[in-house]
């Protein structure tokens, strides 16, 4: 019987092939990135040239940039951009705000799961568009509607992050904590009440672990 040898086994095989990420230049990232915005405007500004798209369902490039010079000069600008970051601010804080505590409140005790994340997950089903007539009906069109509006679309991630990041927490830090002499009832309920994972896309970020 024939042995072959090393070389002879090498001959014929092929380099694998690189199964890493090829990172391109930055300038030709740039360039690839800013490439379909680009072709966008200009497919915008052909189409409203060429009066493909009438005035009226979407004005032209030209008409956006001189009302927008219109506004700046006349200072309305200035007013309009505080009134919007004043009301988009305070529905964040609000909404963001409520967000957080029910996260914590639900992440930490049991009971406050199930008082909490029923209600939050029934607000999750419901459209968000559908709520828009439903608060026009409640607080009219005026300022308030739009702060609840900002306030419930922000308290639905920031609910969901904070539930998951209170129960992701390493049962290690926790028993390290109270090691250290930390108490409390949230120490307690977050040593003694195990994560557990439902069918939610809210949930289920990782495998839960069996203790």
């Known amino acids: 019987m024939t ?15 690189f199964l890493g990420v090829r990172h ?17 405007l ?4 052909y189409g409203s040239a060429s009066g493909a798209i009438p005035s009226d369902v ?14 700046a000069a006349t200072g309305q600008l200035t007013d309009y951009l505080l009134a919007s970051a004043h ?46 007539p439903l608060f026009i009906s409640w607080f009219g069109v005026e300022e308030s509607f739009k702060v609840v509006l900002i306030a419930v679309a922000a308290a639905g991630p920031m609910y969901a992050y904070t539930y998951l990041g209170v129960r992701g927490v390493d049962r290690k830090l926790v028993e390290a ?11 307690r309920s977050a040593s003694s009440s195990p994560p557990r994972c ?12 069996s203790r």
Do not use: H, Y
């Open 177 to 187: 904590a109270r090691g250290f002499g930390l108490k409390g009832p949230g120490w």
């Open 24 to 40: 391109r230049r930055p300038a030709l990232s740039v360039a690839i990135r800013a490439s379909v915005p680009l072709l966008l």
């Open 58 to 71: 979407l004005a032209a490039p030209s008409q956006v940039v001189g009302a927008l010079g219109e506004l």
């Open 3 to 17: 042995t072959l040898t090393s070389a002879e086994l090498v001959t014929g095989l092929e380099e694998p092939r």
């Open 198 to 209: 439902r069918a939610s896309s809210w949930r289920c970020a990782s495998p839960c672990r």
């Open 42 to 45: 200009a497919a915008w500004w």
């Open 87 to 132: 009301r988009a601010g305070l529905g964040v804080l609000l909404g963001g705000g409520a967000g957080l505590l029910l996260g914590v409140v639900a992440g930490l005790s049991a009971l406050g799961e199930e008082l909490v994340d029923p209600t939050m997950q029934m607000k999750r089903a419901v459209p968000f568009l559908a709520l828009v």
